[in-house]
């Protein structure tokens, strides 16, 4: 995928999302009980984020959607390339706790590096609300899961 506008942004992260949603359903099999819990929360989750995606980019103006950001892609081309969780490695509560945090952590910085480098107020007002979404989400997610090793 070719990120080059806000657009593509919002596609890209709607794709991220799902990614990491599938990705956490793969490993199911992999896992007790306790933590198919865990990563079926996660699942549910990144869904549910990537539907307000959706829905966000539905209600955004079209000419906030065209600013262009593509030099951010082009200095870090990794972000382009999904990681999947390593099943080489034990997969507990921490790793994925990790894996969550990395992630999601990857997709923070480039908004908020959007957000720092967008001039107009109504751009800068849209990245600054996907940018709370990411970190209620982060936050929610990770919150969930120290609680889910507590028990």
């Given at each position: 995928?070719?990120?080059?506008?806000?657009?593509?942004?919002?596609?890209?992260?709607?794709?991220?999302?799902?990614?990491?949603?599938?990705?956490?359903?793969?490993v199911?099999?992999?896992?007790?009980?306790?933590?198919?819990?865990?990563?079926?929360?996660?699942?549910?989750?990144?869904?549910?984020?990537?539907?307000?995606?959706?829905?966000?980019?539905?209600?955004?103006?079209?000419?906030?959607?065209?600013?262009?950001?593509?030099?951010?892609?082009?200095?870090?081309?990794?972000?382009?390339?999904?990681?999947?969780?390593?099943?080489?490695?034990?997969?507990?509560?921490?790793?994925?706790?990790?894996?969550?945090?990395?992630?999601?952590?990857?997709?923070?910085?480039?908004?908020?590096?959007?957000?720092?480098?967008?001039?107009?107020?109504?751009?800068?007002?849209?990245?600054?609300?996907?940018?709370?979404l990411?970190?209620?989400?982060?936050k929610?997610?990770?919150?969930?899961?120290?609680?889910?090793?507590?028990?």
């Amino acid at each position: 995928m070719q990120v080059k506008t806000i657009q593509q942004m919002y596609d890209w992260t709607i794709l991220f999302h799902t990614q990491m949603a599938a990705n956490f359903f793969s490993v199911r099999e992999l896992l007790g009980e306790h933590n198919t819990q865990l990563v079926d929360y996660c699942t549910k989750y990144e869904k549910k984020l990537a539907e307000d995606l959706i829905g966000f980019k539905a209600i955004t103006t079209i000419n906030t959607l065209d600013t262009y950001c593509y030099e951010y892609f082009a200095e870090n081309p990794e972000l382009l390339n999904f990681t999947d969780l390593d099943r080489s490695t034990q997969l507990d509560e921490q790793a994925i706790q990790g894996y969550l945090s990395d992630q999601h952590q990857k997709v923070i910085n480039a908004y908020e590096y959007l957000e720092g480098k967008t001039q107009t107020a109504d751009g800068k007002e849209k990245l600054g609300q996907i940018l709370q979404l990411e970190y209620q989400g982060l936050k929610q997610m990770v919150q969930s899961i120290n609680r889910h090793i507590d028990m």
